[in-house]
């Protein structure tokens, strides 16, 4: 479950021409806000974005990691 405050990892999809160096694009943010469709994020560098719940990497209380992403 996700929880205000909680440090997550926002998956990125590649554009089209794009290097696929790594398998997975990831960028580090901090939920912001908890919507009924979509969760509100806030990136290192200041910026606030709105993503679904399927887009996030995230650790469980239990301590067991959740990986979102399908595909």
Partial sequence: MV?????????????????????????????????????????EKGYKECCRINELWYNHKRGEEYYGYKG
Avoid: W
């Fill in 3 to 43: 929880e205000i405050g909680m440090p997550v990892k926002v998956i990125r999809p590649y554009k089209n021409g794009e290097t696929r160096d790594k398998k997975i694009r990831t960028q580090n943010a901090i939920v912001v806000g908890i919507y009924r469709n979509f969760i509100l994020v806030q990136f």
